[in-house]
């Protein structure tokens, strides 16, 4: 069983917004920073944001200013929302901890960011 589990992506236009959640156990979640991964056809796997287990947040610059790292204690998820999204933001995006532990990798969630 697959620790952790990511959904919400899909299809949108530039410009547009998407919401992603990872949803994982109570024993990753509470004890971990949790961050946010993405990689590129051709490209490696870049981390975008972090939250840490007391709140602080973290981003890549490149995503600053629109995308918002946020986490639901109480559903273990944490959450991934996407504004004014560009073509260049068009990846796999998978959530882990951080740092990234091979075994908790998913099966990711397809954003693509074409009008």
């Known amino acids: 069983q697959v620790p952790l589990v990511e959904s919400g992506g899909g299809l949108v236009q530039p410009g547009g917004s998407l919401k992603l959640s990872c949803t994982t156990s109570?024993?990753?979640?509470?004890?971990?920073?949790m961050a946010w991964y993405r990689q590129a056809p051709g490209k490696q796997r870049e981390w975008v944001a972090i939250?840490?287990?007391?709140?602080?947040?973290n981003y890549k610059d490149s995503v600053k200013g629109r995308f918002t790292i946020s986490r639901d204690n109480a559903k273990n998820t944490v959450y991934l929302q996407m504004n004014r999204l560009k073509p260049e933001d068009t990846a796999v995006y998978y959530c882990?901890?951080?740092?990234?532990?091979?075994?908790?990798w998913g099966q990711g969630s397809q954003v693509t960011v074409s009008s």
């Open positions: 109570g024993n990753i979640f509470n004890i971990n920073a």
């Open positions: 939250s840490t287990s007391s709140g602080n947040t």
């Open positions: 882990n901890t951080l740092p990234w532990r091979t075994a908790y």
